[in-house]
C-alpha cells in the first residue's frame, strides 16, 4: 500500500507565496515521476508541474516563472513554490507520483487526497 499526503494549502492574498508538499509512503520500490495537478471549480484538471527520477522538470506553459517544483528523494516528497498567486490559482491541488512498490514492480499511480488553494483579497 502507498499513502500520498498532501499539505500547505491555504488562503492567501495576491502576489502572496504558498509552498504545498506531498510525502509519499508505504511500500515503495521506487518513484519515476513526481508532479502536481490542480483543478478549478468547473474546469477539467490540468498539469501545473512534473518532476522525473532523472531531474527533468516540465511546467504548464502558463506558470513558468511563478511556479518551481522540487523533491527529495531521500523523503519521497514533492515540493510546489508558488509566488506571485493570482485569483485564477485558486484550485484544488493534487499531488501526484507513479510509483513501483515491492508487490510487483509495475509502476502506478497515485494520487494525493488534494489540498485547497485559494487566492483572494
Known amino acids: 500500500q502507498v499513502q500520498l499526503v498532501e499539505s500547505g494549502g491555504g488562503l492567501v492574498q495576491p502576489g502572496d507565496s504558498l509552498r504545498l508538499s506531498c510525502a509519499a509512503s508505504?511500500?515503495?520500490?521506487?518513484?519515476?515521476?513526481m508532479g502536481w495537478y490542480r483543478q478549478a471549480p468547473g474546469k477539467q484538471r490540468e498539469l501545473v508541474a512534473i518532476t522525473t527520477a532523472d531531474g527533468g522538470t516540465n511546467y504548464a506553459d502558463s506558470l513558468k516563472g511563478r511556479f518551481t517544483i522540487s523533491r527529495d528523494n531521500t523523503k519521497n516528497t514533492v515540493y510546489l513554490q508558488m509566488d506571485s498567486l493570482k485569483p485564477e490559482d485558486t484550485a484544488v491541488y493534487y499531488c501526484?507520483?507513479?510509483?513501483?512498490?515491492?508487490?510487483?514492480?509495475?509502476?502506478?499511480?497515485?494520487w494525493g487526497q488534494g489540498t485547497q488553494v485559494t487566492v483572494s483579497s
Open positions: 501526484y507520483h507513479r510509483i513501483l512498490t515491492y508487490r510487483d514492480y509495475a509502476p502506478r499511480d497515485y
Open positions: 508505504g511500500s515503495i520500490f521506487s518513484i519515476q515521476a
